[in-house]
């Protein structure tokens, strides 16, 4: 309910109750600005946009600390990647108040960002991150509108991953330790990701059918989708490798350390690099998630249709997977005219015996 009333000192008190029955007032020197605002809170009340004048005063560091606690239920990398988005956020946001955040200010935002040399997919990232945060707390009734859109999106950029030939691949393999090559035949030959590869034991593998199925990551976290449970065939071939790098160690792991221990992420990627500066024509930026991207390749290249490599790849769609690696199909532009021409030329020839002069 909302009334405005004129004081006895010639001021003008417009007053409101909330939803929770508190009152709000605030005093002007016309009965026209007083109503103004009234109706401008009744306005937000019936869209639903309406926000607490206390909580209003909320600043993004206040509400980044108390949507972390939230968030602290997902998994442990997971809430580790928001607090480094949440680093950056704050200090470019910290101070100001939620609803004084301006879709102007987060573009500017962005592009200083990109002026920084920071990748377009990462700023892709701190953009959806904030967008989040913004939309929870929209959702929590702390703002009235997310300040973020597709308006002030930076896009996610695109680039093309680097896809290594088969010679580089298997020199690669000769230059890694011993103990650690395995792993350069999971990534390439299985397509599984650093994490799985890490964490793969003996009884994710069936080495009589050839089948791989990731059950965890390292060290034992569950996978981050029932997608990524999907199992992959390999041949009986990469089946005795498999068999042959188990029994070379105490039976527990596929992938060890010099002391003969499960071999955490880091240590492959450190191996990687070393090996990588001595294999001819590897760009510096070769990592272990570039062995999928051969794995993509090869399948492609042997002509497998874009739902068994999204299978294989353990995509959760099939648009991932042509976002990804949708250049690497054959041009099919001749095929297309071949279909097309067919269809002419049977049109054609009928026409043309149509014309023909009657004997």
Avoid at 58 to 79: H, I, P
Avoid at 137 to 148: E, F, K, T
């Amino acid at each position: 309910m909302a009334s405005i009333a004129k004081r006895s000192d010639k001021v003008w008190r417009a007053r409101y109750h909330d939803d929770a029955g508190k009152q709000h007032s605030r005093d002007f020197a016309r009965k026209v600005d007083g109503q103004r605002w009234l109706d401008e809170v009744t306005a937000s009340v019936v869209t639903g946009s309406y926000v607490d004048p206390q909580t209003a005063k909320t600043t993004v560091e206040q509400w980044c600390t108390a949507w972390l606690l939230g968030y602290g239920t997902r998994r442990r990398s997971t809430v580790t990647q928001a607090r480094v988005h949440i680093k950056l956020i704050v200090k470019a946001f910290g101070p100001m108040k939620l609803s004084s955040v301006r879709p102007s200010h987060v573009k500017s935002w962005t592009a200083q960002l990109k002026a920084e040399g920071r990748a377009p997919s990462y700023v892709y990232a701190l953009h959806r991150r904030l967008s989040q945060i913004m939309s929870d707390a929209v959702h929590d009734g702390v703002l009235a509108r997310n300040p973020c859109s597709r308006r002030t999106s930076p896009g996610a950029g695109s680039q093309r991953a680097y896809v290594a030939t088969t010679e580089q691949v298997w020199g690669l393999f000769d230059l890694m330790p011993d103990e650690l090559r395995i792993s350069v035949l999971l990534g390439a030959f299985a397509g599984l990701r650093l994490a799985e590869a890490a964490a793969l034991r003996p009884d994710d593998v069936d080495f009589m059918r050839g089948v791989v199925s990731p059950a965890i990551q390292w060290p034992a976290e569950p996978l981050k989708t029932e997608t990524s449970r999907t199992p992959v065939p390999i041949p009986q071939d990469f089946a005795l490798m498999l068999s042959a790098a188990i029994a070379a160690g105490d039976g527990t792991t596929f992938i060890r350390n010099e002391w003969g221990q499960p071999a955490a992420p880091w240590v492959i990627e450190r191996a990687m690099r070393s090996a990588r500066a001595k294999v001819e024509g590897l760009p510096a930026g070769f990592r272990y998630q570039d062995l999928r991207h051969y794995f993509a390749s090869l399948l492609i290249s042997s002509g497998l249709d874009v739902k068994v490599v999204q299978a294989r790849l353990r995509h959760a769609s099939a648009s991932t997977t042509l976002n990804v690696y949708g250049h690497l199909w054959p041009d099919k532009d001749e095929s297309a005219r071949a279909a097309i021409a067919v269809v002419l030329a049977a049109r054609t020839d009928s026409v043309e015996a149509k014309m023909r002069p009657r004997a």
